[in-house]
């Protein structure tokens, strides 16, 4: 499950052009499956209605500390109390001032300073004009918000409102929501360093044309968002495709075959997960032509000849790390039909102790998956669900491998 489903954000608005952004982290928020608990500061109303974040919340908002709605008339206590966590966003620099000083005049600072400090974390999301950012007594303050112990999230880098350009935009919502998951997720993989491939290899058969295969990388970087959530270090090897990177993911961009292996083999003495899922292509031309091959009008085709590509999962499978278990090998194998019996079967010839399976074509660009999980053990299937939800499960499942126990649920 996603790790913010259930949860109960308090999301506090303060003054700043980025409230707009809120609007639809909320509703993010909302769709992840949280329930969100609006709290606005006065400055924070002069940019954005209480209305729009009553109607995407689907709660009415707070922005008194005298607000009588309560019986006991304390918000402050109530909002702060029922809160799995408190998000600023945005936080103006004027609010980091104030939650450093302990300020208590208004609704939004007073309930942070009220909250139970050990069970009700803060995060915070800066927003604010690049010279504000840059400031000493910003760079002061946030220090100390950190050292108090809320998690300060960084901030983005463009065009800012007042027509300025540089640091200090807030992070986008689905960046925001993204590093919520990672703050809540479980951390099944902490101190493991894990490698994915990911995304299809493309095979130059002159310097406009090549052979690729289907492959959207879709799977891999959500299994790359799991394990980064999850705690690990990770380093996605992303043949060509068109994903934007990960929150917190290394990412080394390859064209061919012969270059993911190389970026692999460099970094696979590192790690301690390897999980392959880029789609490789089998064969490169055996030579590629240095200018674009003319059609010259006679009917005639080119006569290719190709060369096998080196498999990438076997090598390292293969590599003394692996095989003296220092390094954990994951493969994946795209099916068109008997996924059980070919999974089996790759899971041996590639000599790695666990092949996951999909049909292919059913797979192909979209956001949604089925995997079979084939290992010593048995067979065991995860359900059609999202990417997302799948790359999650997958980190599961291989965090309880490495730890010893094997699902209980695991299919003889
Ligand atoms: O043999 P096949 O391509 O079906 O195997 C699929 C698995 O092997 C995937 O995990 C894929 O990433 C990996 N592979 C590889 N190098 C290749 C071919 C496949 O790492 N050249």
């Not at 090549?210 to 959207?216: A, D, F, H, K, M």
């Not at 996605?236 to 061919?256: E, F, K, M, N, Y």
């Amino acid at each position: 499950m996603n790790a913010l489903a259930g949860k109960h954000i308090v999301l506090g608005l303060s003054g700043g052009v980025a409230c707009y952004k809120s609007a639809e982290l909320t509703r993010l928020l909302v769709k992840a499956g949280a329930s969100v608990q609006v709290v606005m500061t006065e400055a924070a109303e002069q940019f954005i209605t209480p209305v729009t974040m009553q109607a995407l919340s689907g709660r009415p908002v707070y922005a008194s500390q005298w607000d009588a709605r309560a019986a006991n008339n304390m918000p402050h206590i109530n909002l702060s109390r029922e809160a799995d966590a408190i998000l600023i966003a945005p936080c103006s620099a004027d609010f980091i001032a104030r939650l450093v000083q302990g300020r208590a005049d208004e609704l939004l600072s007073l309930l942070c300073l009220a909250r139970p400090i050990e069970r009700v974390p803060l995060l915070v999301a800066p927003a604010m004009n690049r010279e504000m950012w840059a400031h000493p007594a910003t760079r002061r303050n946030l220090a100390q918000l950190a050292q108090d112990g809320a998690t300060v999230l960084g901030v983005g880098n463009g065009d800012q409102a007042c027509g300025e350009t540089g640091d200090g935009r807030m992070l986008e919502a689905a960046e925001i929501l993204e590093e919520l998951e990672i703050f809540f997720a479980p951390k099944l993989l902490a101190g493991e360093q894990v490698l994915i491939t990911a995304g299809p290899t493309f095979e130059a058969i002159d310097p406009v044309r090549g052979i690729t295969n289907l492959s959207s990388g879709k799977m891999g970087f959500a299994i790359a968002r799991a394990a980064r959530a999850a705690g690990a270090e990770v380093t996605l090897v992303a043949g060509p495709v068109h994903l934007p990177t990960p929150r917190g993911v290394r990412r080394i961009d390859v064209r061919s075959a012969q270059n993911m292996l190389q970026a692999v083999d460099g970094q696979a003495r590192e790690a301690s997960i390897f999980i392959a899922t880029a789609a490789v292509a089998d064969w490169r031309p055996a030579s590629s032509a240095e200018h674009k091959i003319k059609k010259d009008g006679s009917g005639q085709t080119p006569q290719l000849a190709f060369v096998e590509n080196p498999d990438i999962l076997a090598t390292v499978a293969q590599s003394e790390r692996a095989r003296s278990g220092a390094l954990y090998c994951v493969g994946f194998a795209a099916e068109s039909e008997n996924l059980l019996a070919h999974a089996q079967a790759k899971r041996a010839r590639k000599g790695v102790p666990l092949l996951v399976g999909n049909i292919g074509p059913a797979t192909f660009g979209q956001d949604d998956n089925a995997l079979l999980l084939v290992d010593a053990e048995g067979h065991r299937e995860l359900p059609r669900a999202s990417k997302d939800e799948l790359g999650r499960q997958l980190v599961a499942e291989i965090a309880r491998r490495l730890g010893g126990t094997v699902s209980p649920t695991f299919a003889r």
